[in-house]
């Protein structure tokens, strides 16, 4: 069972502190949102935990399953299972859809266990049809060209065949149309295992009317102030983040 453990993290995007010790467990079968106003951190947070370069970290540590993550280079983060679906995933011309999530696929495998072509074609129709997407977008370019919303898709169509322990699901759900929102909640909600621990981050409550997390947490000004079930994602909805502010006596 997958285990993420995040302690006083801190990190500092060109010389200015960002993330000012955040502390957080993610395991296998649980599903934890983040949320909270938009500079706080959050993306910061996701950026980090896959070792972007420009998110230098000054402190803390990050352990998947007791082994450090900050130590590890970037893909072999991805090896062990780390998946970032992204708020902006990027358009990469000259590479398809099939060609991406194939050579993706078989960087986490051993020499020798590459995935068949069949047997990649097969899983791939499926997923596809689960996400309601079209056929034509596996011989697209990587998000050239495709909508927010089917930029979103995507990035799950690409969890669903990575098959990832520990995902961090970045404000998938900005820019989706409720149809689409429901898919995507589908999509993670069929892949709810003791073997993948999911850490969405949202700005919004109403993603979270479809995948209901076992733990919310509250981001705010680097660090994570609040921590309690789903009635929290609700009261936050209803009421915003200014009691929150006032009960712990923060200025902005
Ligand atoms: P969130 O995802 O919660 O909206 P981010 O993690 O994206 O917040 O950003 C946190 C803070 O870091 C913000 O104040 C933002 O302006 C700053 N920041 C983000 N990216 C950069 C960057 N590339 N260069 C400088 N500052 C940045
Ligand atoms: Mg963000
Ligand atoms: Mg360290």
């Known amino acids: 069972v997958p285990h993420l453990k995040i302690e006083d993290l801190k990190v500092s995007i060109e010389d200015k502190e960002i993330l000012k010790g955040v502390n957080l467990e993610v395991k296998g079968g649980e599903i934890h949102a983040i949320m909270g106003p938009n500079g706080t951190g959050k993306s910061t947070l996701s950026a980090a935990i896959m070792g972007h370069p420009n998110y230098k970290v000054t402190g803390g540590d990050v352990t998947l399953d007791n082994e450090d993550v900050l130590e590890m280079e970037v893909d072999e983060r991805a090896r062990k299972g780390i998946f970032l679906a992204m708020q902006y995933p990027s ?112 700005h919004y ?15 705010m000004q680097g660090r994570i102030v609040k921590s309690g079930g789903p009635e929290l994602a609700k009261r936050l909805e209803a009421e915003g983040y200014d009691w929150i502010k006032e009960e712990l006596g923060i200025v902005d």
């Open 205 to 219: 409550q109403r993603l979270l009317d479809h995948i209901t997390p076992d733990f919310v947490h509250v981001m």
């Open 91 to 202: 358009e990469i011309s000259g590479v398809t859809n099939a060609d991406f999530l194939r050579s993706a696929i078989n960087a986490r495998r051993e020499e020798g266990d590459e995935i068949s072509l069949m047997s990649f074609i097969r899983e791939m129709d499926k997923q596809m049809g689960a996400l309601e997407m079209d056929e034509s977008f596996s011989h697209r370019y990587l998000n050239e060209g495709f909508s927010g919303g089917e930029k979103k898709r995507n990035e799950i169509l690409q969890m669903m065949m990575l098959k990832p322990r520990l995902a961090i699901l970045d404000e998938i759900d900005s820019g989706l149309d409720i149809d689409a929102l429901k898919v995507v909640a589908q999509g993670v909600n069929e892949m709810r295992s003791p073997e993948l621990g999911v850490l969405i981050i949202t």
